[in-house]
């Protein structure tokens, strides 16, 4: 089944407790929306799960309007399903050590994911102290097989984005590393069919169980957009926490002029995440938030009703020298959030942001 927004939050009362409406990778159920039509059978809205032969649930939370529904699905009908892997390590035996948590725009799988892993592993991006178990919030992440749908009249897609020679597939490097994956793809990486079965979005990856999957799409702006959100694998206090990745619009139009009106679309789209997360318990939002216009945007002022207080970033994290990226916390007190900017950008146009949390008690450490 699909949720609307507004049925959503009334369900919401705590982080686990409300009733959840799922689509599920083998037995799929169908209902009707907010306006009393039919939820429409499309892949994008199934779930994969290579290594679970049973269903996978995931709560979706799709627009309730109809006529923005129907752009939405027009783009939803050009990507594949929903990724779901899980790591071999069970909820409960997190072992003691540093826990890295990273937001990164990937661009279009042009990031080089091994790469980061090995030097968070070797404790290079943690001054030395190597990582034991990780979670990387990602944007821009490629998926390329066969299980993205031929290009179609009735399936809409963006520009493209070809930024290596030898891309990154999101859903090949969690496999093949035995990470857990959810992915959720938002939209065909091109328009035709001379551009290949590929599709891009949001990803969370990590060494750790992801559970309470949901599936956020956002107010359609320009291109369909959707964030992943999960609960990390407790730890060995019972502890837990909230995590989502989230990527904005940068744009309002078809071209690049189209800025001044974004920052309030983004703000539209922030205000979505915001009030669909759980209303307390610990938090962590990364993404890339697009903020072009600077620390003043409605999108940072959203999260930021969400979240513990924190400083702007002080490096950009574009290359272009703006500050486009961020992770917010929501932790308990006495505990503080915090991040770096990583040195190098690892063959993408984002730096990618290190924080860090202390297994089983959340805390979180520079």
């Known amino acids: 089944m699909i949720l609307g927004m507004a049925a959503f939050a009334r369900r919401v009362g705590c982080l686990l407790c409300f009733a959840p409406v799922v689509i599920a990778a083998a037995c799929i159920s169908r209902a009707p929306l907010p306006d009393g039509t039919e939820s429409p059978a499309l892949t994008c809205r199934d779930v994969q799960s290579a290594d679970d032969p049973g269903p996978v649930a995931v709560t979706w939370i799709v627009r309730p309007d109809p006529d923005e529904r129907r752009s939405l699905d027009a783009w939803c009908r050009g990507v594949g399903p929903a990724v779901s892997l899980t790591a071999d390590v069970k909820q409960g035996s997190v072992p003691p050590g540093a826990t890295a948590l990273v937001s990164w725009n990937v661009n279009a799988g042009a990031g080089d994911l091994a790469a980061l892993v090995r030097d968070l592993r070797a404790g290079r991006l943690s001054d030395g102290q190597p990582v034991g178990h990780f979670v990387l919030l990602l944007q821009e992440a490629l998926r390329i097989d066969s299980t993205v749908p031929a290009a179609g009249a009735d399936r809409e897609g963006a520009r493209r984005l070809v930024r290596s020679a030898q891309p990154v597939d999101v859903v090949a490097f969690a496999r093949a590393a035995g990470l857990s994956l959810f992915y959720l793809p938002s939209m065909r990486n091109g328009f035709g069919a001379e551009d290949g079965r590929e599709d891009r979005g949001n990803a969370i990856v990590s060494t750790l169980p992801l559970t309470e999957l949901r599936a956020l799409e956002l107010p359609f702006v320009r291109q369909r957009r959707v964030v992943p959100v999960a609960l990390l694998g407790r730890g060995d206090r019972g502890a837990a926490i909230t995590v989502a990745s989230v990527h904005l619009d940068p744009f309002v139009g078809g071209d ?111």
């Not at 962590?284 to 924190?310: K, L, Y």
């Not at 272009?320 to 950008?345: E, I, M, S």
């Open 256 to 366: 690049r002029l189209w800025l001044l009106g974004a920052a309030a679309s983004r703000g539209r789209q922030a205000r979505v995440v915001a009030d669909a997360l759980p209303p307390f318990g610990p938090l962590a939002i990364g993404g890339d938030f697009n903020t072009w216009r600077g620390a003043g945007e409605p999108a940072v002022a959203e999260m930021r009703r969400i979240s513990d207080p924190a400083p702007w970033p002080a490096e950009p994290t574009f290359a272009n020298g703006r500050v486009l990226d961020h992770l917010f916390f929501r932790l308990p007190a006495p505990l503080r959030g915090t991040y770096r900017r990583a040195p190098q950008t690892y063959g993408s146009d984002h730096f990618p942001l290190v924080g860090w949390i202390a297994s089983g008690t959340l805390t979180v450490d520079r």
